[in-house]
């Protein structure tokens, strides 16, 4: 158990290996504890582990029941991770890239069609006026044509003989 404790020591210690990962910051945690606890068992098993983690499979070196107990807490591991997983793809973060070129699109999109709205809208306005131009000039024909003075003056003498034989 002593040999075991002081290979895993050599290769995990923190002031020789300063930039560990946070796994091997855990592995290192882990192995302090199994050896205080004297849980040879579990030395073997985080030596066996170590090993996977690194990919030195070839180096592993522990019994059939070591290995299964390290095959399920893997098996366990990647359940887990995938639950995780599955969790994160519901987050807003997920495909925030994919979501942040969306937007661009949409942007793109939004400024397309508020310029192609721009343009109608001034067509829109033209058409409007030649509208109002064509009723204007409608108006005009339609209207009685004012009275010349002549007829201004026959139209009151003719009202004042009505009235005189009325």
């Known amino acids: 158990m002593k040999k075991l404790y002081r290979g895993l020591a050599q290769e995990l210690h923190p002031d020789l290996h ?10 290192w945690l882990e192995i302090q504890e199994a050896y205080r606890e004297h849980n040879f068992r579990r030395l073997l ?7 996977v983690y690194r990919g030195q ?10 290995l299964g ?28 890239t994919e979501k942040l070129q969306n937007l661009k699109k949409m942007k793109e999109i939004h400024a397309q069609i508020q ?4 343009r109608e809208n001034n067509m829109l306005s033209q058409e409007l006026e030649e509208m109002k131009m064509m009723i204007a000039g409608w108006d005009r024909k339609n209207q009685k044509p004012s009275k010349t003075r ?7 003498e003719h009202e004042s003989l009505y009235d005189l034989h009325g």
């Open 18 to 27: 300063p930039h560990q990962s946070e796994r091997e910051r855990e592995f």
């Open 45 to 51: 098993y985080l030596d066996a582990l170590l090993k």
């Open 57 to 66: 499979l070839d180096h592993v070196e522990a019994d059939s029941s070591v």
């Open 69 to 96: 107990e390290l095959i399920l807490d893997l098996h366990r591991r990647h359940l887990k991770a995938q639950r995780e997983t599955r969790k994160l793809k519901k987050c807003v973060e997920w495909n925030f």
């Open 115 to 118: 310029s192609q709205i721009l």
């Open 150 to 156: 002549r007829e201004k003056k026959r139209s009151v």
